[in-house]
């Protein structure tokens, strides 16, 4: 055999040995191939921890690489890109409210965790508190239970306050909007 000829199969064994390892997908989008093992194969308490209350759909349908990239057996969490990137690619309504005239600071500063759990919370739209509790972890509750009490405030934030930004001035919606979809 010559030495063009060896060179050749050594390439064609390097080439299928490659091809055998799971691609880590990239951080820039593309074309994202599933890992050989499920993320569960190797983290079982995981389908536990995240299996009750309101799941976000990603985690619901295992597809832990909607937001992750698989780690192999170096270990660590790495996601597709950082937040709020990674959320505002699927959730483009809410990356629009980011140019309304006024922005909730968290929002506006791209922590959506300060208000969302990422994989399953028992409350409505993955909050991490039900308000008026979840506004209260920032805002100073003392102002709000004084003696007499304006009667919108008493109905809850979201009756007037839009959760990300709006229109009018501190996020008071437009049309005095809800700041959360379906609740009255």
Request: proline letters at 8%.
């Amino acid at each position: 055999m010559t030495i063009g000829g060896r060179s050749l199969i050594l390439m064609a064994l390097l080439l299928a040995l490659v091809s055998c390892v799971p691609s880590t997908g990239s951080r820039g989008g593309g074309v994202v191939k599933a890992p050989k093992q499920g993320c569960l194969d190797c983290h079982p308490e995981m389908a536990t921890r995240f299996a009750g209350g309101r799941v976000h759909p990603p985690v619901a349908e295992k597809n832990c690489a909607a937001c992750h990239l698989p780690h192999g057996m170096i270990g660590g969490i790495q996601l597709r890109a950082n937040p709020p990137d990674l959320c505002f690619s699927c959730h483009q309504a809410q990356a629009r409210e980011r140019g309304e005239k006024a922005v909730h600071q968290p929002f506006a500063e791209g922590k959506c965790n300060r208000c969302h759990a990422a994989h399953n919370s028992e409350f409505a739209h993955l909050l991490t508190k039900m308000a008026p509790a979840l506004c209260f972890s920032c805002h100073d509750r003392e102002p709000f239970s004084r003696k007499y009490v304006h009667a919108p405030v008493a109905n809850g934030c979201a009756g007037c306050h839009l959760a990300h930004g709006g229109g009018a001035t501190a996020t008071v919606g437009a049309r005095g909007g809800l700041a959360l979809p379906g609740v009255p």
